[in-house]
C-alpha cells in the first residue's frame, strides 16, 4: 500500500484545508447522500419494495450528514469494557435519532459536533412500537483548519 513520507505528513497541516481533506480521504463507497428530512419510516417503504438483498444486490447505503446530540458507550456484558457506540444526531434539526456501531467503540465521536455517516436503514419493532434504525458502516469528522 503506498504511503506518504512523513516529512509530507508533518507538512500536511500547512496546506490548503482541500488538500488536507483529500490526504485523509479514504475512498469510500455508498449509493447517495440522502437529506436528513427524508430518514424516515417512508424511507422503509421503498426500500422495502427493492428486496431482497443479496449477492450482486447489496443493501443500499446512505450518507447522511448531521449535528450530533449526543454519544453513548455500551459495555459487554462480560467484561464491562465499552464495546458498541451509540450516536444520537439531530435530523432535520427538530427529530432526534439514534446511529449504532455494533462492535465498535469511536472516542473520538464524544467531541464532534457534526460528522457525516455511511448507514444503512432497517425497521425495528419492540413492544409495539416500530422505528426507523440506522446501522452505521463508517463515519467521517470535519476537517480543523
Excluded at 440506522?134 to 476537517?143: E, G, I, N, S, T
Aim: glycine letters at 2%.
Amino acid at each position: 500500500m503506498a504511503q506518504f513520507s512523513q516529512r509530507s505528513r508533518d507538512r500536511l497541516y500547512t496546506c490548503h484545508p482541500d488538500l488536507i481533506r483529500l490526504f485523509e480521504t479514504v475512498v469510500v463507497h455508498y449509493d447517495c447522500t440522502i437529506p436528513s428530512q427524508m430518514t424516515s419510516l417512508e424511507l422503509l417503504d421503498h426500500l422495502e419494495s427493492m428486496r431482497p438483498f443479496g449477492h450482486c444486490f447489496e443493501e443500499p447505503v446512505f450518507r447522511l450528514e448531521a449535528p450530533i446530540d449526543d454519544v453513548v458507550f455500551y459495555k459487554d456484558k462480560t467484561t464491562k469494557e465499552p464495546k458498541h457506540t451509540a450516536v444520537t444526531v439531530q435530523l432535520g434539526g427538530r427529530v432526534k435519532q439514534k446511529i449504532m456501531f455494533f462492535n465498535e467503540v469511536h472516542e473520538d465521536l464524544v467531541a464532534a459536533k457534526k460528522a457525516e455517516f455511511l448507514v444503512t436503514a432497517s425497521r425495528n419493532t419492540w413492544q409495539g412500537m416500530t422505528q426507523l434504525s440506522l446501522m452505521a458502516k463508517d463515519f467521517a469528522l470535519p476537517v480543523q483548519p
